[in-house]
């Protein structure tokens, strides 16, 4: 069957986290960042975290009433419906459509999220301070905004607050660093598991930590870099400038969109067996 086929992909694709051992540099950095953190002031720290998660359920409800975002919703259900003449509202999806169906629609969306990455990092690498000022916000968006597509072709409806909780957990955890991963997706498994109402959400509501500025680091590097290289002219434009951010952004989308892709499909399939 699909479902025992993906079931399997999802094993292999988890192992590669589960079996991860993290480098002596990971190690030190970890402790160095546990470190700092612990000597800051309480208050300091937990309210540092809170504006940071308050800019990620901001992002998330600005999102929820764009016109772009109905565009979406209404793409999915027309997609849907080529597979199945029953489907009128988004939680149609997860009843009448297979696993192979959600995930063929799905894929869409993510080459589309991809494709939207990678003109955006091209843009940072070739453009002035204006560009590499709004990158980071720009890909925050755009990431959080490809995971709601994913969830909404799943069935999921996006503006439900358990549903916009967990999948700012799913943007979470795929933007951890590697060796994280797979704790945060054990803690997300657990979170659906006991999930008893859409509008309550049962397990804990903090987002961020130190360990996931890991990843605003990296971007910071990322901009070092491109400014770097960005003298560096090849008739006229900053190429590895260019390829250096265009990359970077497509391959931080690439694993975002896989993670939000496999928890998804692990769900619909819980669910099926549940069901």
Known sequence: MADDRIHRELEIWLQQFRQYQPNDFENMYDQWMHQNFQNLDPGVRNKFFSKLDAWFFHTHAFLQGTSYQYEARARILTAGRIFSSNIHHIQDMEKELTTDQLTYIAEQQMARGRLYSF???????????????????????????AIQLIGLTFGHEMNHPYEMMISLKVFHAATLPK??????????????????????????DRLTDEGWL???????????????????????LPF????????????LTKRVTEFAMKFYQYRHITNEEGG
Request: net charge positive; proline share 2%; glycine share 10%.
């Open 119 to 145: 003109a955006q990092g091209g843009l940072t690498g070739a453009g002035g301070w204006l560009f590499l000022g709004v990158d980071y916000p720009m890909m925050m968006l755009m990431n959080i905004r």
């Open 214 to 236: 890991e990843q605003p680091l990296k971007h910071c590097f990322k901009s070092l870099f491109i400014l770097m290289f960005r003298k560096k002219l090849v008739q006229g």
């Open 240 to 251: 590895i400038s260019i390829a250096i951010g265009a990359y970077s952004n497509y391959h």
């Open 179 to 204: 060796r994280l991963k797979a704790q945060a997706w054990e803690d997300l498994i657990q979170e659906v598991e006991k999930k008893e109402h859409n509008f309550i959400v049962a397990g804990d």
